[in-house]
């Protein structure tokens, strides 16, 4: 496996895991749902409660994008790669035909 498959690999690893991840952190820390028997505003009792922690949503928005800019960047370094690879083996071969 060459190094720039390789690194596009990591690219997809790393978003798709930091992805999953921001979405437990989001589950886990964001949102807290309460069961059982409880009051509603409207004094009428309710079946569940739904309470949002802003900062638990934010660190796991904040997961998601980082991981999805970093997979970004790793995809784009191995694109580079693979271009300048290929300019490199064009000159290399365009520099053989004229010595021929």
Known sequence: MS???????????VIISGIIGGLIVINMFGVKITFG???SYSGEPSGW?????P???AIGVGIIFEHI????FLIVIAH??????EIKKKLVDG??????
């Not at 800019?69 to 970004?72: F, K, P, Q, W, Y």
């Not at 580079?80 to 690879?85: L, N």
């Not at 520099?95 to 021929?100: D, N, S, V």
Request: charged share 25%; no cysteine; hydrophobic share 40%.
């Open 69 to 72: 800019i970093l997979g970004a």
């Open 95 to 100: 520099e053989k035909e004229q010595k021929e």
């Open 3 to 13: 190094s720039a498959k390789l690194l596009k690999f990591l690219g997809w690893i």
């Open 37 to 39: 028997k409880i009051i």
């Open 49 to 53: 409660s739904q309470e949002t922690n």
């Open 55 to 57: 900062v638990g949503v």
């Open 80 to 85: 580079i790669g693979e271009t300048v690879y």
